[in-house]
């Protein structure tokens, strides 16, 4: 893709940081074919295992930006989560079946941080607008008019790249932001994780029937078990106050929780301070915040990572708009208007209240969400509504038995629909890195749909009539049997849902004779014309 579109400059993105979310990034601006340079500290990728589980709505971002099946065919596939009460014995569970109409991957997988580096790495290196520099470490930058320069140590000495934005995913303890004086509000708790992974045979010498991914609590302790690729992960807090446990201590702590078990080995520990602070903004000029360098959260319900790839979904798109002269500078503004309160109010939040919930406080975690559909969406990250008019109409929360009507900010449902040639289609590969015009409304009537002929915009009409062969949209037109998708979207017949590259809801509007498109596009991305 990285001639298809012409670039205002030549300068490439400077990004710096090689974690996960640093990669994710880098995948997705190469993905729409802006040159990148990734810079990375270190020589080789992270040993770090801190995350181990990846969300339903990561998953969805890596099959938007490429290399999702390498990830997949190295993990395990989670389908359910258990929650299992260690009074009673009892252990329930968040289904995530209940999600398969919604998204081709109804599980979240585990693998741990150490292991999925390497894979999104391997595909960015497949990349022809991406360079990869390793034992690079910036140690300064500046920004100009049109630019950012960087400078790095390296095993040769210093050198300065250019480049026309500069992302910083360096990491909790950031020097691009403190070099910036943005300002870091929130606290630190009064405890560390203990992170085990042991080897031990929970399936057939020591067989427990475990959910891959369990929370174990009663009233005065919790733990968390994790089945990994490789070995099994338990994750448990300590008072900042207590010695670090020996491995004797580790050892009887896990087995308190599993019960007695033969031949344990312990494969690594780590411990690590916990924390929930967020930065006073994530957008400065030309640089911009993300990942933890903009926002630490309590790493429960797998929050910490995941929501950094939130951060990685929503920015690439808007450079790429920007840098391919179809949008003004201010659509980055969006970035920081729209990822701050999801990391402030929203992952935060429910991170602290799922703590607080291990803890015993039953009551601040019933609120979050309530129903099997609404529990399983809202623990999967795909019920994150953005704040895509400026109206506050954000959440990261869905609740009920069943899906509720679609509102804008929220993520499309990657519904399947028939294609003009009659296979299956996924709606998240018709949208394919564009604005989509959705137009529900019935096809027979040869209703006026622009054609096809511009780059960032599209429009498909979806019926549950097949376009006639006369009609002249049969190449536009999804057939949508039984109303399934009008059903799941809660809109009636005669409505325009035009959908953002990032797979969110930019509108939602009767469509009419009044109604266009190509004036509501323009509107969300401040155009003066289409490209």
């Not at 398969?100 to 990349?127: C, G, H, K, M, S």
């Not at 803890?359 to 990250?381: C, F, H, P, Q």
Request: glycine share 8%.
């Amino acid at each position: 893709m990285t001639d298809k579109y012409k670039l205002i400059t030549d300068k490439p993105i400077l990004l710096v940081g090689g974690g996960p979310v640093g990669l994710m990034t880098a995948l997705g601006l190469s993905r729409m074919g802006i040159p990148v340079k990734l810079f990375e500290d270190d020589g080789t990728f992270s040993s770090d295992t801190k995350a181990g589980t990846t969300l339903t709505r990561t998953l969805e971002i890596s099959r938007r930006y490429g290399g999702v099946e390498r990830i997949l065919s190295n993990a395990l596939r989670v389908g359910e989560i258990g929650e299992i009460d260690r009074i009673s014995g009892t252990t329930s569970f968040i289904d995530n079946a209940v999600l398969a109409d919604d998204t081709r991957f109804p599980y979240v997988i585990n693998l741990p941080q150490n292991l999925l580096e390497p894979l999104l790495a391997e595909e960015l290196y497949t990349r022809d607008c991406c360079e990869i520099f390793m034992n690079h470490k910036c140690v300064s930058f500046e920004q100009g008019e049109d630019g950012v320069s960087a400078t790095f140590d390296t095993p040769d000495g210093q050198v300065v790249h250019e480049g026309c934005y500069l992302i910083a995913c360096d990491g909790s303890r950031s020097m691009i932001r403190s070099n910036l004086g943005i300002q870091v509000d929130g606290h630190t708790l009064d405890v560390r994780y203990m992170l085990i992974d042991f080897n031990v045979d929970l399936d057939v010498k020591n067989f427990r029937d475990y959910p891959y991914l369990s929370y174990h609590r009663d009233e005065s302790e919790w733990m968390i078990s994790i089945r990994h690729p490789h070995c099994w992960r338990f994750l448990y807090p300590n008072k900042t106050t207590e010695d670090e446990p020996t491995q004797e201590e580790l050892e009887a702590k896990v087995r308190k929780f599993i019960g007695d078990v033969d031949e344990v080995e312990m494969l690594n520990f780590i411990s690590y301070h916990v924390h929930h602070r967020v930065a006073e903004k994530f957008r400065h000029k030309r640089v911009f915040l993300v990942g933890d360098s903009a926002h630490l959260v309590t790493p429960m319900w797998a929050l910490g990572m995941n929501t950094g790839m939130l951060d990685a979904s929503n920015l690439p798109w808007r450079l790429a708009w920007v840098l391919r002269g179809w949008a003004p500078e201010s659509l980055l503004d969006g970035y920081d208007a729209e990822q701050r309160p999801v990391a402030v109010r929203g992952s935060g939040e429910m991170a602290e209240a799922a703590r607080k919930y291990m803890e015993g406080e039953v009551e601040e975690v019933v609120s979050i969400s309530d129903g099997e559909w609404g529990r399983a969406y809202t623990r999967t990250l795909l019920g994150v509504r953005l704040d895509v008019d400026n109206s506050g109409n954000w959440s990261m929360v869905k609740t009920g038995e069943t899906p509720d009507a679609l509102t804008p900010g929220d993520r499309l449902p990657d519904y399947s629909v028939a294609g003009p040639k009659g296979s299956p289609v996924r709606l998240h590969d018709v949208i394919d890195g564009k604005f989509t015009a959705l137009y529900l409304t019935d096809v027979r009537r040869k209703p006026n749909i622009p054609a096809n002929d511009k780059d960032s915009l599209q429009h498909i009409v979806i019926c549950r009539y097949d376009a006639p062969l006369d009609s002249g949209l049969r190449d536009q037109s999804l057939l949508d049997v039984g109303d399934a998708f009008l059903n799941r979207a809660g809109c009636e017949l005669g409505t325009l849902i035009l959908v953002r590259p990032d797979e969110h809801i930019a509108a939602i509007v009767p469509f009419d004779e009044n109604t266009s498109a190509e004036v509501l596009y323009k509107q969300i991305v401040g155009a003066s014309e289409i490209s």
